[in-house]
């Protein structure tokens, strides 16, 4: 059976007259140079084996210079048009996988295939789809077979030889990447400059890989292999398209009659044209295949020009003198004659004197060296009589013996130094002389070594040499028997057979890997052409999902904003509510068209929050939506360049060789992957705890062992508030949850390892953010140990909690000077904004920003200490500054202080609000402003503690008042009776 039913759009439909007129091809005669026009096609697959290769009239091949790209580009698509993919081929169908004779025929506009059972035919029997379809062949099977491979089938074919065959594959290769890169919208250069470029790309970097070109079979490809006749066998009609062989039956009959003017196949050709002699070789018939011949131009380095063939030894021919032969470069004998005689004699003094003025040079160079020795001697002779002199001249000038006795000791301490140096100089000598030694003992063992591997290798490459020439002679005489093996003459004619097929199969193998290649290699372009587009595409997509769900947030704000007024009436109010309704049915999945909406991000927090105030749905979608749009932008652009600055920065790097440095703290800033969030939190956690780790190494497997054994009283609040922790997280929601557990031996451990602080609220918190990130128990109890300890200053987490009240106070003087109007607004409604901070500050905002945010807080805050708390808490009243100057109640103002933070959305935003428009922010300041709100807390509570105890004081004399007067009463009435 045939491949494909039924085809649309059928290539030979208007096909209503003869064959299209050939091009004519002017011939250049023996004094005209022509240049060649070829087109990008074969640029791009010279190496490949993907393009046609001309030939001339009589078949024979004319070399020609290499095109100009520009030349190229300019006649690509002419060429193209030229040249018509076209022949008959075996295609295997059926039930019994039959071989049948068709014609087929390439669509450009359409990549596709078209099979007939004649040329004549008009309507086509299949097609098969080549945009999305592999080439290949086997080598095991019939010559000329090949595969095409789509999506939907594998269509088996088979041409009439093997070049006939890479031919087609080579051609079918060209013509997908054509029509693959005519669909290419992105690129703003033209087809052919693509494909010369391309084949430029391949031409310099591998020719070798890829087939070279195959040329065009003659008369069994190209639209004068219509004529060829077609083979009567009964299994070459169709079975499967019945009506369309009836149809191509009569318009053959039809055709036959000469009176009809009916509609014929492009490849119908008239038998009279194929019958006319070929007179005029500069023309090319209408039933060939369009060639060029070309002749190159004289003197070019391809032009194939026999010069006479000079006899030179006849140049050298004349008499020979006798004794005069000397010996030149090119190995030929100097011809002098007699006349040359006095000329060597010559220059035979010439070298005498010279020989004897470089002896003279010699000595004399020797004189001077002694004589140079000796100026050197007399030198040093005088410097030490000079010296002596010196010394003499010294002694005599004393006036007293005590002062001359001192000379001479003075001397023979400096001699008996010089003696002790010279002895210590003489043992340097010595050892220096051993060490010598043995680096030569040593040196000579290398080169006996050195020389015994030497012999070896010469004695391997003589048993090389004699092996090759056995080798050499045997292939010269295959009918010479090597003795020592005493191989008969028919095993060696075996061997050499099969020596033989191997040497086939291998040529054969490296023949289709060669066309592999390129396959692979256009593949590859293709499918990454493709996921450009698919990028592109998805990036444009999610832009458009971004652009709705900010339309659709808008759209929901503006229906939250007419709920909330008073003007609208009684209709009008039904409206909005409906639509509010309308809208908060929708689910939100239906929006997302790029990836399913998730509940949870890695962490295990919830994305949307949910609020407990019915009122708030239409607040949490419109939430939902701004989160969901800046995800999408902030994908492609944002976080992908962060990534790409990570790896760049941690490439190569070990988990503990990171440094401080200004482009840490900016990537810091910016927040770390979740790819890498885990190593830098332990590298600054490890920092940072540095000395004590190395004081106690084991030192939380000690504090879990001692919780086991000991309880501590601050156990039973610590279980307690396990199950309030975090209680929107996923991996903490669940009161069987293995992270409870982890939590509670962490938070025990810390209890017995800081004695001051014990377990105060918030630590839970801070504990188990730290376990979802690190994900390890150790490092978690190391984190907790760096926040209390390292960074927050003292007394933030005790009892009286002053480091906490300090921070609050330091933080409204920041805020009056960094938001005055909105310090202002809330002093007018007597708003106490620590009633919302002071948690920020004790939990590092852990609950109160979303799992993205505060994941970047903690980032920085690890590198940067506390400073980065203030920054973060001044920007979230910044981002939210003029919604807060628009509520004029203090209920109002409390009610949407305790959610504002959760509805901030832009992350970006957020960072550049903190570190950007808050600056300066130096630390010094902070910490002299902390000490002096600290110094004005500690006066207050030591003048609450003496208020105190003189209250107790008065208290306690009042009752003893109060008990005297009792018991003076109870006297009196005892008195009484």
């Not at 009589?58 to 070399?63: F, L, R």
């Not at 997908?176 to 400059?193: I, K, N, P």
């Not at 090319?284 to 026999?306: C, E, F, L, M, R």
């Not at 938001?819 to 106490?832: F, I, K, M, T, Y």
Request: glycine share 4%; with cysteine.
């Amino acid at each position: 059976m045939e491949g494909e039913g039924g085809c649309e759009g059928n290539p030979s439909a208007d096909a209503s007259g003869s064959l299209p007129p050939q091009r004519e091809k002017h011939m250049p005669g023996k004094d005209e140079c022509c240049s060649l026009v070829e087109n990008p096609e074969a640029a791009h697959t010279d190496t490949m084996g993907l393009s046609t290769c001309d030939q001339g009239k009589e078949g024979t091949q004319v070399d020609a210079p290499q095109p100009d790209s520009t030349a190229v580009s300019l006649k690509a698509t002419e060429h193209l048009s030229g040249t018509k993919l076209c022949g008959y081929l075996h295609k295997q169908g059926g039930p019994l996988r039959a071989w049948k004779y068709r014609w087929f025929t390439y669509d450009e506009k359409k990549c596709q295939l078209f099979y007939y059972r004649t040329a004549q035919d008009v309507n086509p029997l299949g097609k098969v789809e080549l945009c999305n379809a592999t080439f290949s062949y086997p080598l095991q099977g019939e010559e000329g077979t090949f595969h095409i491979q789509t999506p939907e089938r594998t269509v088996i074919l088979k041409a009439a030889n093997w070049d006939t065959k890479m031919y087609w594959l080579q051609q079918l290769q060209l013509r997908r990447w054509q029509h693959r890169d005519q669909l290419s919208a992105d690129t703003s250069r033209s087809t052919s400059e693509n494909l010369i470029q391309d084949g430029q790309q391949l031409l310099d970097t591998c020719p070798a890989n890829f087939l070279p070109t195959v040329k065009i079979p003659p008369g069994l490809v190209g639209e004068e292999a219509a004529n060829v006749p077609v083979q009567t066998n009964p299994l070459n009609v169709s079975i499967k398209h019945p009506l369309i062989e009836i149809q191509n039956s009569v318009y053959s009959f039809l055709l036959r009659r000469p009176s009809q003017e009916l509609r014929r196949s492009v490849f119908w050709v008239d038998p009279s044209s194929t019958d006319s002699p070929k007179t005029d070789n500069s023309n090319v018939s209408s039933a060939n295949i369009p060639t060029i011949a070309i002749s190159p131009a004289p003197g070019s380095p391809h032009s194939k020009v026999q010069l006479p063939e000079v006899d030179c030894e006849k140049l050298h021919e004349g008499p020979q003198v006798p004794g005069s032969s000397l010996s030149l470069p090119n190995e030929k004998k100097k011809q002098c004659n007699s006349a040359t005689l006095p000329v060597d004699r010559k220059e035979a003094n010439a070298l005498e004197r010279t020989s004897r003025l470089q002896q003279e040079k010699l000595t004399l160079a020797e004189e001077v060296k002694a004589q140079k020795e000796l100026v050197w001697l007399l030198h040093k002779a005088l410097e030490a009589s000079q010296l002596e002199k010196r010394a003499c001249a010294q002694f005599l000038a004393t006036e007293g013996e005590q002062q001359r006795l001192e000379l001479l000791r003075h001397g023979e301490r400096c001699a008996a130094d010089l003696r002790e140096r010279l002895e210590q100089l003489k043992r340097e000598n010595e050892a220096l002389q051993r060490s010598l030694g043995e680096r030569d003992a040593h040196v000579t063992e290398l080169q006996d070594n050195m020389k015994f591997l030497m012999e070896k290798n010469q004695a391997k490459q003589e048993v090389i040499l004699k092996l090759s020439e056995q080798l050499a002679a045997c292939i010269a005489d295959p009918q010479r028997t090597i003795s020592s093996e005493c191989i008969s003459m028919q095993t060696f004619r075996q061997l050499t057979q099969e020596l033989d097929s191997l040497k086939d199969d291998i040529e054969a193998y490296k023949t289709q890997n060669k066309f592999l290649n390129s396959e692979i290699y256009q593949l590859t372009r293709l499918w990454r052409n493709s996921s450009e587009q698919e990028k592109c595409l998805m990036v444009k997509c999610a832009y458009l999902e971004a652009s709705n769900c900010q339309m659709e947030s808008r759209y929901l704000g503006v229906l939250r904003k007419l709920q909330d007024t008073k003007v609208l009436n009684a209709e009008q109010r039904d409206t909005v509510r409906t639509l509010i309704e309308d809208a908060l049915q929708e689910n939100l999945k239906d929006v997302i068209k790029l990836d399913s909406v998730r509940e949870f991000d890695e962490y295990g927090f919830k994305l949307i929050p949910d609020y407990e105030v019915e009122d708030m749905r239409l607040l949490s979608k419109i939430q939902a939506l701004e989160i969901r749009s800046n995800n999408l932008l902030q994908q492609d652009m944002g976080d992908r360049s962060l990534l790409a600055r990570w790896t760049q920065y941690l490439g190569g790097r070990s988990p503990d060789d990171l440094v401080s440095s200004p482009e840490l703290k900016s990537l810091l800033r910016w927040g770390v992957p979740r790819e890498y969030r885990r190593r830098v939190w332990r590298w600054m956690v490890r920092t940072r705890t540095q000395s004590l780790r190395k004081r106690y190494p084991d030192l939380f497997q000690q504090l879990c062992e001692k919780s086991r054994t000991t309880p501590h009283p601050a156990s039973r609040q610590i279980q307690l508030d396990l199950h309030r922790t975090l209680t929107t997280n996923q991996h903490f929601s669940s009161p069987s949850s293995p992270a409870l557990e982890q939590l509670h031996r962490v938070l025990l451990a810390f209890a017995w390892q800081n004695p001051t602080v014990g377990y105060c609220q918030g630590l839970n918190r801070l504990a188990a953010l730290a376990l979802l990130v690190l994900q390890n128990e150790e490092d978690a109890f190391w984190c907790l140990v760096t926040i209390v300890q390292f960074l927050m200053p003292q007394d933030y987490y005790t009892k009286t909690l002053l480091g906490s009240q300090a921070d609050q106070r330091v933080f409204k003087e920041f805020m009056a000077e960094k938001l005055p109007r909105l310090v202002a607004h809330l002093e007018e409604h007597n708003v106490d904004v620590s009633l919302i901070t002071f948690n920020w500050f004790m939990v590092v905002f852990v609950e109160s920003l979303p799992s993205d945010i505060l994941l970047k807080v903690w980032d920085a805050f690890f590198y940067e200490g506390t400073k980065v708390i203030f920054r973060y808490a001044l920007a979230l009243f910044k981002y939210k500054e003029e919604d807060i100057l628009k509520i004029h109640d203090s209920v109002e103002i409390y009610q949407y202080l305790r959610f504002f933070t959760k509805t901030v959305t832009d992350s970006r935003k957020l960072t550049s609000i903190a570190f950007m428009d808050l600056n300066p922010f130096p630390m010094k300041l902070l910490r002299n402003r902390r000490a002096l709100h600290l110094q004005r807390l500690q006066a207050e509570l030591s003048e609450l503690e003496k208020l105190q105890k003189e209250y107790a004081s008065e208290n306690s004399q009042r009752k003893d008042k109060d008990l005297d007067l009792i018991a003076s009463e109870d006297d009196d009435d005892v008195w009484t009776l």
